[in-house]
């Protein structure tokens, strides 16, 4: 018998140079529309880019990578 699981959605993004995983606000949420429900706790992704989807460790990775580069 074949048997489904759905896997769960993960949004990551590195902070200080560790990763930081997000979890899921709800299935109603697309990509977008989680990066921006959390630019309001982590203001550095208003500028970043979604990349993604990978499958990893049985659940579905988007990485939130920002745009912004350093100065100087």
């Given at each position: 018998?074949?048997?489904t699981t759905k896997l769960e959605r993960i949004f990551i993004h590195k902070e200080n140079g560790q990763?930081?995983?997000l979890s899921d606000p709800g299935?109603?949420?697309?990509?977008?529309m989680v990066?921006?429900?959390y630019a309001?706790?982590?203001p550095i992704l208003t500028n970043a880019r979604i990349v993604g989807p990978e499958i990893k460790?049985?659940?579905i990775?988007?990485?939130f990578e920002s745009t912004?580069?350093?100065k100087g």
């Open positions: 018998m074949l048997q990763e930081v995983r299935e109603a949420f697309n990509p977008d990066l921006n429900f309001g706790t982590y460790n049985d659940e990775q988007y990485r912004m580069g350093t």
